[in-house]
């Protein structure tokens, strides 16, 4: 779109769109101060926990959900979904770590 904004332009929306388009595009861009910068210890914490493949590498990693941060936070939680733990019929385990889960996330998007 940046090589015929005009022509994007007439035909996907209306002056005040583009502007937002534009502000969008720049938040994006990854020299932008309103994104999260990851430490790289939290990186090698992501990159563990996107490594395991079901609950019981979970259950063996010993990651502690009161310690996670919010972006490590939602990919436990994608994880969890994956394997089932939000189901009626998950075991006792998986519902408890789930919820656990659900109201740490809860707690950091407040603050």
């Known amino acids: 779109w940046r090589h015929t904004p005009s022509k994007w332009r007439k035909k996907q929306c209306a002056p005040g769109q583009w ?4 502000r969008v595009v720049e938040i994006l861009a990854m020299h932008h101060e309103d994104i ?6 939290e990186q090698a914490r992501i990159a563990q926990i996107e490594s395991l493949e079901d609950w019981g590498q979970w259950q063996s990693a010993g990651i502690t959900i009161a310690a996670l941060t919010l972006p490590a936070a939602r990919i436990v939680e994608k ?3 994956k394997w089932g733990c939000d189901m009626k019929k998950a075991k006792p385990a998986k519902k ?3 919820k656990e889960l659900r109201k740490h996330l ?3 998007q407040r603050s």
């Open 96 to 98: 408890k770590a789930f």
């Open 19 to 22: 502007r937002k388009v534009e």
């Open 36 to 41: 999260v910068r990851i430490s790289e210890p």
């Open 79 to 81: 994880k969890f979904r």
């Open 106 to 108: 809860s707690t950091l």
